[in-house]
């Protein structure tokens, strides 16, 4: 168990939709990252968060969105959903960044874009 | 850009036995952190052992253990007394220190199978 709390489970959408993502913690994890996990595939990076600011980017185009809360909680917003979007999302958590480099992540969100 | 590769999309062993995973990369960094992930079927991916580049000991961790070569630019890690339990995808992924955060870049994983 990692404290890592992701909703929804699943969801299905069409493409062009937006969707939002939720992440949170039950822990004082101050930075939180997601990623996309195509099937069959590992995890890519897509942005990271730390003190609600984004601050690391992997290779995602703008309409991938992100904000964090005081509360650490976290929101990943995908907007002009496209087939390749359907995929696993994980969101991570760590303590600070500079540390080991150990993340905790929660269960996922498996969207599926129709 | 880093890479990491994991060669071996599948293995199997049955239980007791001892395993061995393959994962290479490629960077031009001196300072790094690699590490080896687990991803059960429920999905919640765990950290298995992790690797500092400046340290030459192996880490290990209880049954798990890795073979960290440098110069090769080769991690692999090794599974003993393997248990059903260790039923999953394993991960391997690379890490660049830096003030922006942390960026893993994974491999495409490998599907373990510990079979009776």
């Known amino acids: 168990e990692t404290g890592v709390t992701q909703s929804p489970t699943h969801l299905i959408k069409t493409r062009g939709q937006q969707v939002t993502l939720r992440c949170s913690s039950q822990s004082g994890h101050n930075t939180v990252s997601w990623y996309q996990q195509a099937l069959g595939q590992g995890p890519q990076f897509i942005f990271q968060y730390y003190r609600e600011e984004e601050n690391g980017r992997g290779n995602f185009p703008p309409r991938f969105s992100g904000l964090q809360f005081p509360n650490y909680s976290s929101e990943l917003n995908v907007n002009a959903l496209e087939l390749d979007d359907s995929a696993l999302y994980l969101c991570?958590?760590?303590?600070?960044?500079?540390?080991?480099?150990?993340?905790?992540f929660g269960e996922g969100s498996r969207l599926t874009v129709l | 850009a880093q890479t990491v590769t994991q060669s071996q999309p599948e293995m199997s062993v049955q239980e007791a036995e001892t395993v061995t995973l393959s994962c290479t990369y490629d960077?031009?960094?001196?300072?790094?952190?690699l590490f080896w992930y687990k991803q059960p079927p429920s999905r919640q991916m765990i950290l298995v052992i992790r690797q500092e580049a400046y340290k030459q000991q192996n880490a290990t961790e209880n049954r798990f253990s890795v073979n960290f070569q440098k110069a090769a630019k080769s991690f692999s890690l090794k599974i003993s007394d393997s248990q059903l339990g260790d039923t999953a995808m394993y991960f391997c992924?690379?890490?660049?220190?830096?003030?922006?955060?942390?960026?893993?870049?994974f491999g495409k994983g490998t599907s373990l199978l510990v079979t009776p």
């Open positions: 992924a690379f890490m660049k220190p830096s003030g922006s955060g942390y960026a893993l870049n």
């Open positions: 991570a958590r760590s303590p600070r960044t500079g540390s080991s480099g150990e993340l905790f």
């Open positions: 960077t031009s960094e001196n300072n790094y952190y």
